[in-house]
């Protein structure tokens, strides 16, 4: 992962500032990584591994309540009424996950609740929440440091630190 850093060596990006997709702290989020960390043996390393689990379980529940998987129209129509309130919530875990689509088979309201956080989606078919990481390069310990982590909130425009 850091091989750029440790080519040029780490003193040339020493203080720079970057950022990377966040991670709320939520129990929906911790039983993912537990899940994750059991089934392959550690936890991952990759950015938006959580994110892109939530959009292909998004896209199940909505293919599931649009009665097809090939039509993409039908499917996005269904994102919302699947994924934001109201209705009952479920999670990513495997028995939430089964049990949502037979509930979004049944004709009932569900609200997907991810990994990743909220799974809710504007009119215009976008997420409306998120967090970000912004770190900054410590060359002598050879690492990043998270200078600090906040929640965007895209239907208010919203702001606000995580710790």
């Known amino acids: ?8 060596g780490w003193d040339q990006f020493d203080g720079m500032l970057g950022t990377a997709p966040g991670t709320l702290q939520t ?9 994750f960390a059991a089934e392959f043996g550690e ?14 379980i998004a896209l199940g529940l909505a293919a599931q309540a649009a009665g097809t998987n090939t039509d993409s129209l039908a499917i ?3 994102l919302r009424g699947t994924s934001n309130a109201p209705g009952t ?3 990513p875990g495997e028995d939430d996950i089964i049990a949502a689509l037979a509930a979004v088979a049944a004709g009932d ?8 956080g909220s799974v ?4 215009d078919g976008d997420i409306t929440f998120g967090a970000i990481e912004i770190w900054r390069v410590d060359a002598e310990n050879e690492e990043f440091v998270v200078e600090r982590r906040v929640s965007v909130d895209l239907a208010t425009g919203e702001i606000l630190d995580l710790e």
Do not use: M, W
Not at 51 to 56: K, M, R, S, T, V
Not at 120 to 123: G, T
């Open 27 to 35: 129990d929906l989020g911790d039983t993912f990584d537990e899940a």
């Open 109 to 116: 309201d569900i609200d997907y609740q991810g990994a990743s």
């Open 1 to 8: 992962e850091n091989d750029i850093f440790n080519e040029l």
């Open 43 to 56: 936890l991952y390393s990759s950015p938006f591994v959580r994110e892109a689990f939530d959009a292909i």
């Open 89 to 91: 919530v479920y999670g």
């Open 120 to 123: 809710d989606f504007n009119d």
């Open 76 to 78: 996005r129509d269904n």
